[in-house]
């Protein structure tokens, strides 16, 4: 019996060609001379728009109404061990592919200043955002995986070549500790493989399978493959990685890194770990909030206490994806929902943070201290105001993106776990603390550097950047329906699971727990 319903293959491959367009892109610049660095910025500038149109495409034609997975294309690759090229989006992959071609064509505009080996750095630039494409339309786990790895292998000559402050540290302590995270994902994506009886990679397929993973199979190998996504999601105590990171990398690549990259962890943790192993989760759900309760906390708290105006940032996403992983370790409608519309609204906001601390202010001033700015706010409006609509969203302010978010995954949490949700309302405060602070000693007060009077204008690209993504944060925190219909129709049929799981586990127990589950219920039951 299909549960996952999916619907027929399309007429033109359109989720073929986003990712196609940009590794067309790549080879094309590639091809180019180096010197051609004109030529090269507007070949990554055109495919990368082209990407996001046919993104906006898909999400202007998919049917919140319609079958689950739309957009569906499938073909044989390697049939001897059950892998196939397959990929199809819900509601919850077109709002990441939404945001990801967002945060790239601006990333392209906000990397127009590169001038060292300008299209090496297009080239990866382009080919980490074809894994990243990837990784939220594919529907076969081991195209999932080869995409992941597309997405993350790059960034660590990104970061190394073209980074600053301690960036050669930054890009192998990040690539350390990807790779330990891809090192766990993998296990846990062999033993499904196996453990399933079925011998394939299809998500579908496992999806429905009957009676499932045994409870015993669920509990050993749930937490390797949630753990290993979580890495990249920047989820405690393997969220070290990220700060250092997001100081290291260059601009455009914070962006992604911040605004994209963490997002794929977290659509990894939902996509494979808690549909595919419903009991497994409800099982881990209270070690894993736990956890993340760190990540909401320590991480505003720690972003308080910065000087360096992008580690303010960098442990800011540490805390706002720590929301994410709390909603969805709170296993319910409500926080999935939340969890996946503050994946699009913190995407959003971040990539708007990075593009004015890293491009506007930094690249003019050559300075990050807190101390050494101030009353920028008079040399350059524009940043100001961009900075200040990304704050208001980072403080769930109603009206913006980051409201309906984060109201929806307090709601969500408070239903399982109401004392862990108190204890996270201590972040609120503290984010609006560190934002008010931050915005205060950079953009107002008095101008303490002469020089600051003859900063240079903004350039059209840095306009461009933020006239796209600021409207975002108001179209979506005053009309959440935007994108909330999809996402909660996509989010059904993993809830679905989830229910049955939990009132399994209701009637048996928990066995971590000392439950009375017998050495066969934990191999046969789903």
Partial sequence: MNLIPIEALPELPYLTLIWLVMLLGAVIIAALPGRAREAIRWTAASVALISLLLSLLVYLAYDPQGRTFQFVEQAPWIPSLGISYFVGVDGIGIAMLLLNGLVIFTGTLISWNIEHRTKEYFVLLLLLVVGVYGVFMSLDLFLF??????????M???IAVWGSTRKEYGAMKLTLYLMVGSAFAIIGLIAVYFGSGL???NLIDLANLSPGFSTGFQIAFFLPLFVGFGVLAGMFPFHTWSPTGHVAAPTAVSMLHAGVLMKLGAFGCLRAAIWLMPVGAQIWAPLIVTLTLFNVVYGAYIAMAQRDFKYVI????????????MGLAALNATALNGAVLQM???GIMTALFFAVVGRMVYDRTHTRQLPELGGLGRVMPLAAVLFILGGLSSMGMPGTAGFFAE????LGVWQRFPLVAA???LAIPITAAYVLRVTRAVFFGAIKNPAFYRLPKLTWQEWATGLILAPWIIAVGLFPNLLHPMIDR????VVQRLEVARARLAETGNPLLGGSVSAQELDQRP
């Fill in 423 to 425: 204890l996270a309302g």
């Fill in 407 to 410: 109201f929806n995954i307090f």
């Fill in 199 to 201: 011998r394939t990679f």
């Fill in 314 to 325: 960098g442990y800011s996403s540490v805390s706002h994806m720590g929301f994410v992983v």
């Fill in 344 to 346: 699009f609204a913190h």
């Fill in 490 to 493: 996509s989010v059904a049929p």
């Fill in 145 to 154: 995986f080869v995409f992941y790895e597309l997405a993350v292998l790059p």
């Fill in 156 to 158: 660590y000559l990104l």
